[in-house]
Nanobody, 124 residues
Framework: QVQLVESGGGLVQAGGSLRLSCAAS????????MAWFRQGSGEEREFVAV??????STYYADSVKGRFTMSGDKNTVYLQMNSLKPEDTAVYYC???????????????????WGQGTQVTVSS
């Protein structure tokens, strides 16, 4: 098992920036990829970004491409969020997967470890 703890959320004005952190502990060596998802009020959890450890590939949802940057290693990952918009308001979750799927990395059921989430609120 991998334990994940997110931090760094908060309230920011539109156009501002935040950096989220996710600290991993436990069997981090077993992780093949880590990702960020988000869930707005009354909405389904959606994919934001993923980092695959083998090869170092990073992929982003179209809605955040060019504004968000994921970085880090198996112990800590970050999500730098710039040019924030009100529609970015959500609870942001960090997740870890034991196996990486090039086809299904954007699906929540590919990830077997989740953090508790951190709230990001962007005011207009």
């Amino acid at each position: 098992q991998v334990q994940l703890v997110e931090s760094g959320g908060g309230l920011v004005q539109a156009g501002g920036s935040l950096r989220l952190s996710c600290a991993a502990s436990g069997r981090t060596f077993s992780s093949a990829a880590m990702a960020w998802f988000r869930q707005g009020s009354g909405e389904e959890r959606e994919f934001v970004a993923v980092m695959r450890w083998s090869g170092g590939s990073t992929y982003y949802a179209d809605s955040v491409k060019g504004r968000f940057t994921m970085s880090g290693d198996k112990n800590t990952v970050y999500l730098q969020m710039n040019s924030l918009k009100p529609e970015d308001t959500a609870v942001y979750y960090c997740a870890a997967a034991s196996y990486y799927s090039a086809t299904y990395y954007h699906q929540t059921n590919e990830y077997n470890n989740w953090g508790q989430g951190t709230q990001v609120t962007v005011s207009s």
